[in-house]
């Protein structure tokens, strides 16, 4: 990869595009040469998209949903308008000069209706459509330069009413040209020509010209509304040729010109996208003398622009150019606070986002895009460097993102990063350098173990952020939000590093830091982000964390330094970097030495500590490679078997005394503290349980000494982390091993294999116990995502270890701070705080879902579709195994997302594997359905008129019937149907099975022939077919059937099923003559009323006519033909 140049000046904001609307433009078939997208606009909800053939797509812009379609046969959309104060109104121009009003009927969820149409274009352009800020009321301006108004009575202002009365379209002006842009505000109406501009007061019906310069071409203007705090007045900017504005207040005076021409010459901000890598180029450029068709405001600060060349981003009121960034062959551009939407000249739609550089930064982090992520970083390095970045892009983020790159393609990427990291260095002179910092003793006390406690002298204010160490002592949340989650203090104090702290005037209790080093020291080259916590933080002080975060309250935590006559028990220091706590402490140069001595001796004797374990691991693995082994469950299954021995032998080794060190001997508590904070809520039982003494030095030698059961967890407590160090190759055949054995349930071994003899206590436990244990025990061993579809498909009648799993995965996501705010206000202010700071990817998403359901139950369901397909409906089957009935609203509101005509598809692919079909049809047949004795009667036949029953997921039903299958599951969907009564769904699949003499008993016994009538009607297709009909009819029982209709009240009844209906029937599809023949055959004919024989006559001259009339046109076509012939 090349160097990567940086850009010189200090860019604050940047575009970025991080999604494609591509794919949304092929699904709505507007990416080809006959149809393509003409107009856009945009609102709080609705994206709208206008195309050349009449069309209005609405797409929600929450999930890029297409839900509404908006049809026009009077031309292409040549303009469209959303109503920002109402997304329930939208205003469309058509080629043909026509504007259309809707109301989509949103909150009544009714169909969206025309309200109104103005003709008063006809024939014309419109090039503008402007809303009303507060009414309903539409501007239109045309290219002759006619401005009109068109006032709405809806429903929601007395339609009722205001329908005996028409009010006619209100003529604003007329300017002397085309009409470029229109702006409303507060009363005024701005009006952009191709000669000057104009303000009125609608109200008032008062008119000024802007400015005395007359223009010639496309210019734009618009509002650009006041601070009500400060009481400024809205400002009006309008565009001038040569790259300049005036500045015009709210009553239309010239205030001043701006001049953007010299500004323009420097070289285009790359956009930031997910197409290409972004670049940059240093040549400055020539002035650009530039027009600007439109100007729109954008933010609080902005007005946007822009040209065939590019976008341009201003900041008038302090004559700077925000930015300008290439973008090419823009038509029209719709904006929404600070997203853009951009309409090119081949109909593709472009969504960007004006961002400041580290949250632009901060997204790409969210989403992995790490390469980009160092790009941008390095591109932009002076924004990044500043101090209002460093709040958000902290050293500890750029050291995660660095060891995420590739060195091989990434190289001179990570050169770059260091080079960055480096600048961080604090600039306040106290602190310009971690030796003057901790050779000044003025801020630091030195306690009798040598360690410093620094004093802050203040708490929250600029100099603590800007000047804070390496070691942050807070993540910020997207931090936390990583696959790797670290363990913080709850509501921990900033920490000063200045000279000028007082113990004294201190408001809160001073924290005890680790010396910052350089990353070389580091123990196994571990990245800062995720170092290991001080090596004498006593359990006091993780005590206090716990109860901390347990009772949500803002109790500062005390001095994490602990007294140097305490002795531990020495444990391996340990580089796992998912459980490991950013915890900062400062120590003498004496121990630093001691401490890297310790580290490259604790390698070796590591590797002793595992030497079994990677022997018996490496034998296993080169077995599995065995196709014999491998495909024998028999001898696969004895092979982990053996290797699980040797793993709970290593894991279940209380005696370290191997790898002892009095450098590193108080490791072991911080071991623990990693596991007291991963599992607070376990840990907590624990402690109250056994006794914890917090003054009690022999209570935290009982913890730290080889009776605890450190590596083998209590029934409540998961071991979430590795309990020591384990080389990553080592690491990774451990977890495959490990998700082999909870595969194949080899949850236990045998402890002794000489003599046959299984372990007696595994004896007795059942197969879901020792489930659980093995997840509890080896959970830091697990890859997660493997291990939840395991325990889903393996284990699908075993709720107890799903639930297992969960907690597991709540406990590893307890210590982020967004699992502590969710537990605090409504549905979607949570789920928008899980949507912003969860990655789609994690696998701790489920555990987040699964606190919403406990919380919110079955809306929280509902709202979880949002997260497919990282959360799938295989794991709410799961998460609510105790209430199907709630599975069922999901997947109905899963299915029902998506567009009508991709739902069928959709939902076959979530029938993954196939015996999900019939659970899922057993499971909507029998919930919210209408009691059995209302649909069948004593002996199993269909009531009359029961199919009108209301079924709550019929949709669902219908969609799982119809899906493709073999023929044994439509067999057994025909009698889950008939076995619950869903009489529509039993009839599809009798006709789709060719049992059509079931389905015509069916119908008979239904008794309504609508079922026999119209286009999807089930009519005999033979004689055979319509003699049995007949018979059935003859032989008809009475049955008693519903006596309410569907919707609850008392209803006109269908047309029954009788002789006389059924015979008319028979006339129609047969004719008379025959129909009348096979009557007579079957003995019916007596039963008919005169109302046969006189509908038989009419068919009877109806016929004879239409073979007349058939008859004259085949001889004058014979005619004409010889005709041509002769």
């Known amino acids: 990869m090349t160097f990567v140049p940086v850009i010189p000046e200090s860019y604050s904001h940047v575009l970025a595009e991080f999604e494609s609307l591509d794919p949304l433009l092929s699904a709505l078939r507007l990416d080809s040469s006959r149809l393509k997208c003409t107009s856009i606009s945009v609102s709080r909800k609705w994206l709208a998209l206008g195309s050349s053939g009449g069309g209005l797509n609405l797409i929600q812009k929450d999930g890029w949903k ?12 040549s303009q469209a308008a959303c109503c920002l104060h109402d997304d329930d109104y939208i205003a469309v121009a058509t080629s043909q000069g026509l504007v259309v009003v809707w109301e989509l009927n949103q909150e009544r969820r009714g169909k969206p209706e025309r309200i109104y149409v103005s003709s008063e274009h006809k024939g014309r352009k419109v090039t503008a459509l402007c809303w009303d800020t507060a009414v309903l009321r539409v501007f239109v301006g045309d290219h002759v330069g006619k401005v009109s108004a068109i006032k709405l009575n809806t429903s929601k202002q007395a339609k009722a009413a205001a329908a005996f009365v028409m009010f006619p379209v209100q003529t604003i002006t007329t300017v002397d040209s085309c009409v470029v842009q229109l702006d ?19 109200e008032r019906e008062k008119f000024w010209k802007i400015g005395n310069k007359e223009r010639d071409g496309e210019y734009g203007a618009c509002f650009f509304p006041g601070r009500c705090s400060g009481g400024q007045q809205p400002l009006i900017y309008c565009a001038r040729p040569g790259s300049r504005m005036w500045e015009v207040n709210f009553d239309g005076e010239v205030l001043s010109t701006h001049q953007f021409k010299k500004l323009l010459s420097l070289p285009p901000l790359p956009v930031i996208s997910l197409r290409s890598e972004p670049q940059y180029d240093h040549t400055v450029g020539a002035s650009q003398s530039l027009s600007f068709p439109k100007l729109l405001h ?37 904006v929404y606070k600070n997203e853009l939407f951009c309409l090119h000249l081949d109909g593709k739609v472009s969504h960007l986002s004006l961002l400041s550089v580290e949250r632009c930064v901060e997204r790409l982090l969210r989403r992995g895009l790490w390469n980009l992520a160092a790009h941008t970083c390095c591109l932009f390095q002076n924004s990044v460097i500043a101090s209002r970045a460093r709040k958000t892009l902290t050293v500890d983020k750029l050291e995660h993102l660095k060891s995420q790159l590739d060195f091989e393609t990434c190289s001179d ?13 604090p600039l306040d002179s106290a602190c310009s350098s971690r030796r003057s910092s901790i050779s000044s003793h003025e801020s630091f006390s030195i306690l009798d173990s040598g360690i410093y406690r620094i004093i802050s002298s203040r708490r929250g204010s600029q100099s603590d952020e800007d000047s804070c160490s390496l070691h942050s002592q807070t993540f910020s949340e997207d931090e936390r939000l990583k696959e790797f989650p670290s363990h913080q203090e709850e509501d921990q104090p900033d920490q000063c590093c200045g000279p000028h702290g007082n113990e004294e005037n201190t408001p809160h209790i001073p924290v005890t830091f680790e010396t910052d080093k350089s990353e070389t020291f580091l123990p196994f080259g571990l990245p800062l982000p995720f170092r290991s916590p001080s090596p004498l933080m006593s359990l006091q002080a993780v005590k206090e964390s716990v109860s901390s975060f347990v009772r949500k309250t803002t109790e500062k935590i005390g001095t994490l330094h602990t007294s140097p006559d305490l002795k531990v028990r020495p444990e391996p220091g340990g580089d796992e970097q998912a459980c490991e706590e950013d915890a900062s402490s400062v120590i003498c140069p004496k121990e630093e030495d001691t401490e890297e001595k310790n580290e490259e001796t604790s390698q070796p004797a590591e590797e002793d500590r595992f030497q079994e374990l990677r022997v018996a691991t490496a034998e296993a693995m080169a077995k599995l490679e065995d196709p014999l082994v491998l495909f024998e469950p028999k001898s696969l299954r004895m092979v982990l078997q053996q290797w699980l021995a040797q793993l709970e032998k290593e894991f279940a080794m209380k005696d370290f005394s191997s790898i002892s060190d009095t450098g590193n001997s108080s490791m ?13 809520k376990g840990m907590l039982d624990e402690e109250n349980e056994k006794g914890y003494s917090l003054g009690n030095e022999e209570t935290v030698d009982q913890v730290c000494s080889p009776s605890s059961s450190q590596t083998e967890p209590s029934d409540g407590h998961f071991q979430v982390c590795s309990p ?31 003599s046959g003899h299984v372990d007696h206590i595994s004896l007795q436990c059942s197969p879901e116990i020792l489930a659980c244990q093995f997840l509890k025990k080896y959970f830091f061993l697990l890859d997660l995502k493997r ?3 395991s325990i889903k498909f393996s284990y699908a009648n075993s709720p107890c270890i799903w639930d297992t799993f969960i907690q597991g995965l709540q406990e590893m996501a307890s210590s982020n701070p967004t699992y502590l705010e969710m537990e605090e206000g409504d549905l979607p202010t949570r789920l928008k705080l899980l949507d912003d700071s969860v990655p789609f990817d994690s696998p701790l998403l489920i555990a987040y879902a699964s606190r919403l359901y406990d919380k919110f139950g079955e809306s929280a369901l509902r709202s979880l579709i949002k997260f497919y397909p990282s959360i799938l409906p295989s794991d709410i089957m799961q998460l609510c195994h105790r209430h199907p009935a709630q599975f069922l609203a999901y997947l109905d509101s899963l299915v029902k997302s998506r567009p009508d005509d991709q739902r069928s598809a ?15 049809l057993l499971l909507a047949v029998s919930h919210d359905a209408p009691p059995s004795t209302r649909t069948m009667d004593d002996e199993g036949y269909p009531r009359p008129h029961s199919h009108l029953f209301s079924w709550s997921y019929s949709q669902l039903i219908l969609h799982l019937i119809k899906l493709p299958a073999d023929f044994t599951t439509k067999e057994k969907m025909t009698d889950i149907c008939r076995s619950c009564g869903f009489w529509p769904g039993y009839l599809t699949l009798c006709l789709e099975l060719e049992r059509r003499r079931e389905a015509f008993a069916c119908i008979v016994c239904l008794n309504d022939m609508s079922l026999m009538e119209g286009d999807n009607g089930w009519i005999p297709e033979t004689v055979e077919e319509w003699k049995l009909l007949l018979h059935l009819v003859q032989n008809k029982r009475t049955k008693p059937g519903p006596q309410e209709s569907l919707n609850g009240n008392v209803g006109d009844e269908p047309s029954p099923i009788n002789l006389e209906n059924v015979a008319l029937l028979l006339a129609k599809a047969l004719g008379p003559d025959r129909a009348w023949s096979l009557l007579q055959e079957c003995g019916l004919a007596l039963e008919l009323s005169e109302k046969f024989t006189k509908t038989c006559n009419i068919l009877r001259i109806a016929e004879k006519r239409q073979r007349a009339l058939i008859q004259s046109m085949l001889e004058k076509c014979d005619r004409f033909l010889w005709s041509q012939q002769a």
Do not use: M
């Open 724 to 754: 020591c160090t384990i080389a990553n190759s080592l690491q990774k055949d451990l977890a495959e091993l490990t998700a082999l054995c909870l595969e194949l349930r080899v949850l236990n071994s045998k402890t002794d294999s000489s």
């Open 906 to 920: 959709f939902l076959e692919s979530l029938l993954q594997p196939e015996s999900l079909r019939l659970d899922w």
């Open 787 to 789: 291990a939840k579809e």
């Open 66 to 77: 297409h839900r509404l379609f908006l049809s026009h046969r009077e031309g292409a959309i």
């Open 298 to 334: 954008l933010s609080e600060h902005c007005v946007l622009t822009w040209t065939e060349r590019g976008i341009y981003i201003f900041i008038p009121q302090n004559v700077q150019v925000l930015l300008w960034s290439e973008v090419k062959d823009i038509l029209d551009v719709a």
């Open 668 to 680: 072991k508590l911080s071991q623990d503290a990693q596991l007291f904070d991963e599992s607070k």
């Open 413 to 425: 990427l990570i050169s770059q990063l260091e080079e960055l990291i480096l600048k961080f260095e």
């Open 184 to 202: 409303y505000l507060d009363g005024r109406l701005l009006v952009s020509s191709l000669t000057r501009s104009f303000l009125c007061d609608t």
